[in-house]
Each structure stands twice: as C-alpha cells, then as structure tokens.
C-alpha cells in the first residue's frame, strides 16, 4: 500500500471514529446524569460522573411517577399485534398487485403507498373528531386500529418488492395442483416470506413501542395510553420530578427497542435484503 493510499485509509477511520464521539457524547451525557442522585443535579458538571449510583432509585421514582407499569402493558400490546397485523395485511396487498396481477395494480399500490406522503399531524383532527363520534376515543382498539393504518403502506412496499423477485410459477404450480389463491399465499407465499415480514415487524414495532404524537392525542387514561405519553408526564412543571429521574425514565424506556435490534439485527438485515431483490 501507498503512502497517499495509507494517510488515505487513516483518514477514513479517524473520520469515523470522530463521527462516533459525537453520536455517542449525548447517550453518555443520558447515563452519567440517570446514575446522579436526583438530589445532587445541579446543572453543572454534567460531564463529570457521580460517585453514587442512583439509577435504580430514579428509575422506582420514574415508575411510580409515571405509572410505567401501566404504559408498558399497554405499549406491549400496541407494538406487537399492530405491527403483526399490517405485515399480514401489507403482504396481501403486494400479493394482490404483484402476483394475482390485480387490475390497476401499480394505482392502487400508489394510492396505498402514498398515504405516507401526508405528515401525522395532519391526521389528529379528523383521526380525534371521528373516534370521539365512534367511542373508539381512548381505547386500546382504537389505537391498534390507527397504528395498523399507519404501518400498512410500509409493509405493502417491502412485500410488493419481495414478491415481484419470486418466480410466478410457484403461484401456477400452486393453481395446477388445485389450490385456490388465497390458499397459495397462506400455505406457500407467506411462510416463504417470513424473513421479510420480520424485518417489518422489527421497524414498525419500533415505531409503534416509540410514538408520542397519536398517544398523546387519542388516548387520556393511564391504563389506555402507550408509554412515551406516559413518560413525558414526568417533564411536566407540576410533577416535581428532578432532570435525573427524567432521564432514568427515557433511558429505561429505550432499552427494549434497542435489545430487540441487537437480538435481531442478523434477521432484519436478511430480510430487508431480500425485499430489494
């Protein structure tokens, strides 16, 4: 290797671990002042690590400030079943278009697909007007229902992708021995995707497990409403909560989302791999 190739190659890595430095100076920033008593914060020093080890104290007060328990449970059931249903959903939308060649296939994938284009803010009048007239104002039905809506143009995408690479004449094969389409899809296209449909499982359960916006404006009682809406009642200026508990509840909540890419990283890298063939 070059000289020029060689500082070139440095270069390079110190770019990158420059670029990491930064990414991780605010999660150290989190842990240093979750560890600190919430009795000693007094916003200097923030970079100086506390000799006490509070975070499970912080993380009791945060609990029961915050009624975590009840927001996980519910926060739970939101990001694994709506996930599970848009992907369910998703696939037989790109089934649809791609493989029974649905009439207009391209349109209705569009009109799905760009259902993303329009901001989520622009959907809490008409989404908040409508529950209040349904009762569905302030469920766990009701959520489950608009993080369905919200996840399904995704899913379709990913599996539109994924089933215009597989070969039609597994669908024929399927016809020839006397199936019907729905039975193709459930019995031979859909166990044939299961790396893909995790890969969106993964993505949209970390959307759902981290949304503050439809929470926050569809649901009111702490047994109802995700776990990011119940968090943020602890930066409220009534709630006498100290910066260290604060951030022992933020850093408590992201823990999940971030085991469940360690956990799975291999299977979503896979999946969203195939789903670009």
């Known amino acids: 290797m070059s000289g020029g190739a060689r500082w070139g190659l440095y270069g390079r890595y110190l770019l990158v671990i420059v670029l990491g430095l930064v990414w991780l100076a605010p999660t150290y920033l989190v842990l240093v002042n979750a560890f600190r008593k919430s009795t000693e914060y007094t916003g200097t020093g923030l970079w100086k690590p506390s000799g006490d080890f509070a975070l499970f104290g912080n993380l009791a007060k945060a609990w029961d400030a915050a009624d975590l328990g009840s ?80 996840d399904v143009p995704l899913a379709a995408f990913v599996m539109r992708n994924f089933f215009m690479g597989a070969s039609r004449s597994v669908f024929e094969s399927g016809l020839v021995d006397g199936a019907n389409p729905f039975t193709i899809f459930w019995r031979i296209y859909l166990p044939m995707c299961r790396t893909a449909l995790a890969a969106i499982f993964v993505l949209e359960f970390t959307f759902v497990w981290n949304d503050f916006l439809f929470g926050l404006v569809l649901s009111q009682s702490t047994d109802v409403r995700p776990l990011m809406t119940s968090v943020a009642t602890l930066s409220n200026a009534y709630a006498g909560n100290t910066v260290p508990v604060i951030l022992t509840g933020g850093l408590f909540v992201s823990l999940p989302t971030i085991a469940l890419f360690i956990a799975t990283q291999k299977l979503f890298a896979r999946g969203l791999t195939l789903a670009q063939l």
């Open 71 to 150: 927001g996980i449970t519910s926060t739970l059931l939101y990001s694994v079943v709506a996930p599970a249903l848009a992907a369910i959903v998703g696939a037989l939308a790109g089934y649809a278009i791609t493989v029974l060649r649905l009439r207009h296939g391209f349109l209705w994938f569009i009109v799905i697909y760009g259902c993303t284009t329009f901001p989520g803010q622009m959907l809490l009048e008409p989404l908040f007007t409508g529950y209040a007239d349904t009762q569905l104002y302030d469920t766990r039905i009701g959520l489950i229902l608009v993080y369905v809506a919200v």
